[in-house]
Each structure stands twice: as C-alpha cells, then as structure tokens.
C-alpha cells in the first residue's frame, strides 16, 4: 500500500508493518481513514531509521501517533535484540520512556512521547541540565532484573576484536588498533576501584535521547540499545562527552571538543546529580566522583571510536563513521597523558589542538 511520505520515504512500507499499523489504527476507534496515513523521517538516529507516523482523527487537530523504528544493519555487532527488548518492556512497564505497541521482523512500533527532544544547546541550560542530572541518579537506581556485572570492559574487547575483523591493515595500522587491547586492559586495571558505584546505566545519553515535558518539566530519557550495568562515572563521562556533539549540522560526525564542560560546570552537575538523591553531598564525594568521570572519559573515546569503525562497514546511514572514529581515538591519545600521568603514544593521527 502507498503512504503519504511527505518526501521523507519512497515506495511503501514492509507489507508485515502496514499490516501491523492498520491493526493499531482499526483498534483506536477514532482514526478517521486508517490508510491516510503520514509517514515523517526523524533526523539523527545514527543506529535505526526512525519514523513518524500519523493519522488524522474525528478529533480537529489531534491526530494518532506513533514512531516506528526500523533496525540499522549490522546491529547485532553491538548488542543483544532480544536483551533490548526486555529492558524496554522491563522499562516500560516500570513508567520509564515509551509504551512497546508491536514488532515486525526489521523493527517495532513504539508509543509516540509528546514531548520535546533536546537540542545540543539544551545540554547546557542549567535547569534542564538539573533535570538530567537527577533522572540520570533515578535510572542508575533501578533495580534491573538479570546479572548486574559490569559490561563495559568485556562489550570493548569484543568490539576490538570485530573492528580487527572488519578494517583492512592500513586500517588497523591507521588507528592503533593492535595497541588497544594493551589501552584497555591499562584502563581497566587504572581507573576502576571499590569505591565506584555500579548502576544501570543507558551508556548513550546524548541530548538526543532526552525529552522535556515543557509544561510539567519533566524528563524521560529513550533509546535504551546500549543500556547495561556499568560504573555510573562512565554514563556521566559519557554524557558530558556528548556536550561536543551536535548531530543536527551539515557535518553531524564533526566533535567540538572546546564544547566540554569545564571544571566548574562538571562539579556543578555531580553535586546536583549527588543531591538528587536526598542528602547534601561532601565537597569529597563530589571531587571523587568529578574525577573518577574524567579517567572514565577515556574509556568512552575508545568505545565510541569502535563503534565508529565497526558502523562503517556494516552501517548504511548517512554518517561518516571513520573521521567520527579517528576523532574519538585522537582524543584518547591526546588526554591519556594528563588524565592518568603517563606517556602518551605518538604518531598516532595528526591531533587537533583541543581545549578539553
């Protein structure tokens, strides 16, 4: 059947999805024509297609919505579609993110959160980043049903070893991948401690996964492919790395780096990401933490840097994962030096000068 594409998509939509839209439009009551309906590409997902769709109902002005989320290629490099699954569904039924209305074999069909998606700007009010802040306490906290080891270290080296795979020598010449099992195991022995605090952690909390209720102030954090538990330092490390994107440009892979939060701003965040959850924090909880989140920025650069080179080759978007990858890397081996005092690796790629 034909959609109304609106210019997003062309053709019509996979037979089993139609089928399953149609069913959910006929169920509502209230949809005026359950074949009218509008289909609107949403800009910047970077592992699935991502897709609005409408219809117009016997309510002026108030029609049914959904999202539909169609798998990127080569996902399962990056995690378990079934794991995700449950903890939508474990998440959702917990009041957490969107409703699950349906799956087809090439994605699902999800609830449609009338809310306001951040912007990279929005990442920076210090409201909203309060907002964050103490949602980001909230999701640590819950009580996620399965083993509660950290992933982050063993999700790596398989990373690792699938990039080898995948890049050609030069490639893997080009960006030191044979000098990253050594960096991971460093980082690994280096920056992990007793003392840190495991949570369940999203580990992809970019300003696009947030939304804002506008009126009640409220935030709900989606998109939970990579959630795991893990250190909480590394989520945060994650989030204020993400402080150097901006996916809605002409150039979404280019990182800004001189965007990183400072000093000041960092603390700002812990202490009220610390207060969220009810007592006031001691300056030494908040420079513990503060700290433990810069070392832990380091084993994000690597993270991301191979998912960048493994989504190059199996990733059909329209993103340029490789020069995403070498900045991540470049980044690494830029800070290494100062974040744990030792010595860095030259040669590596040529490094922008950075304000980090």
């Given at each position: 059947m034909a959609v109304k594409t609106n210019g997003f998509i062309d053709g019509s939509l996979p037979e089993e999805l139609m089928q399953l839209l149609l069913s959910l439009a006929s169920n509502w009551g209230d949809v005026i024509d359950i074949s009218a309906l509008k289909v609107v590409h949403l800009s910047g997902a970077m592992t699935n297609e991502v897709y609005r769709i409408s219809w117009p109902t016997n309510k002026e002005n108030v029609p049914r919505t959904v999202l539909v989320r169609i798998y990127g290629d080569?996902?399962?490099?990056?995690?378990?579609?079934?794991?995700?699954?449950?903890?939508?569904?474990?998440?959702?039924?917990?009041?957490?993110?969107?409703?699950?209305?349906?799956?087809?074999?090439?994605?699902?069909?999800?609830?449609?959160?009338?809310?306001?998606?951040?912007?990279?700007?929005?990442?920076?009010?210090?409201?909203?980043s309060a907002l964050i802040a103490a949602k980001m306490r909230e999701f640590h906290n819950l009580d996620m049903p399965g083993p509660k080891n950290v992933v982050l270290w063993d999700r790596m080296r398989n990373w690792l070893s699938e990039a080898k795979c995948l890049c050609s020598p030069d490639h893997v010449k080009e960006y030191k991948l044979d000098s990253l099992e050594k960096e991971i195991s460093l980082l690994e022995k280096s920056i992990s401690a007793s003392h840190?605090?495991?949570?369940?952690?999203?580990?992809?909390?970019?300003?696009?996964?947030?939304?804002?209720?506008?009126?009640?102030?409220?935030?709900?954090?989606?998109?939970?492919?990579?959630?795991?538990?893990?250190?909480?330092?590394?989520?945060?490390?994650?989030?204020?790395?993400?402080?150097?994107?901006?996916?809605?440009?002409?150039?979404?892979?280019?990182?800004?780096?001189?965007?990183?939060?400072?000093?000041?701003?960092?603390?700002?965040?812990?202490?009220?990401?610390?207060?969220?959850?009810?007592?006031?924090?001691s300056d030494e909880a908040i420079e513990q933490l503060a700290d433990d989140i810069e070392k832990y920025t380091l084993a994000n650069h690597i993270f991301w840097g191979l998912w960048g080179l493994i989504s190059a080759h199996v990733n059909h978007i329209e993103f340029q994962y490789k020069e995403y990858a070498r900045q991540r890397f470049e980044q690494y081996w830029l800070r290494k030096p100062e974040i744990l005092d030792v010595k860095g690796v030259d040669g590596f790629v040529e490094q922008r000068k950075c304000d980090l």
């Open positions: 080569g996902v399962e490099l990056f995690f378990n579609r079934d794991e995700e699954i449950r903890t939508f569904e474990c998440l959702s039924m917990h009041g957490y993110g969107p409703k699950l209305l349906g799956q087809f074999r090439e994605g699902r069909v999800e609830e449609f959160i009338h809310a306001r998606t951040l912007s990279a700007a929005d990442l920076r009010d210090p409201e909203i840190q605090e495991i949570g369940f952690c999203h580990n992809d909390l970019q300003y696009g996964n947030i939304m804002i209720d506008e009126q009640s102030q409220s935030i709900t954090i989606i998109d939970y492919e990579y959630a795991s538990y893990n250190p909480v330092a590394y989520d945060l490390a994650n989030h204020f790395c993400e402080m150097a994107a901006n996916y809605h440009t002409d150039t979404p892979h280019i990182l800004d780096y001189s965007k990183y939060p400072g000093l000041e701003e960092r603390r700002r965040f812990v202490q009220q990401y610390l207060r969220s959850a009810g007592d006031e924090p």
